[in-house]
């Protein structure tokens, strides 16, 4: 239990980190990133478009980021309860 903040401290920044990956991804693309795989243009197959929407789950899923800062902020930083 005194080192399940370690878990935290990784779901966090490796959801945040995707999210961040895929906005960017999206961002380069443009218009083009927002195709999916059925069309014929669309660059690497849909996988940005993809990539983009399951991103923001990711940050729900197990535990939002605001749960997984408090686990961090109370086991490993110790700061009191509020």
């Given at each position: 239990?005194?080192?399940?903040?370690?878990?935290?401290m990784?779901?966090?920044?490796?959801?945040?980190?995707?999210?961040?990956?895929?906005?960017?991804?999206?961002?380069?693309?443009?218009?083009?990133?927002?195709?999916d795989?059925?069309?014929?243009?669309?660059?690497?197959r849909?996988?940005?478009?993809?990539?983009?929407?399951?991103?923001?789950?990711?940050?729900?899923?197990?535990?939002?980021?605001?749960?997984?800062?408090?686990?961090?902020?109370?086991?490993?930083?110790?700061?009191?309860?509020?």
């Amino acid at each position: 239990m005194a080192t399940d903040w370690y878990a935290a401290m990784a779901k966090l920044y490796s959801t945040e980190l995707f999210k961040r990956a895929a906005s960017v991804a999206m961002q380069l693309l443009g218009l083009y990133g927002q195709l999916d795989q059925r069309d014929d243009i669309t660059p690497l197959r849909g996988w940005i478009e993809h990539m983009y929407l399951v991103s923001f789950g990711a940050t729900i899923a197990a535990g939002t980021s605001e749960i997984q800062k408090n686990i961090i902020a109370l086991r490993r930083l110790g700061l009191p309860r509020g």
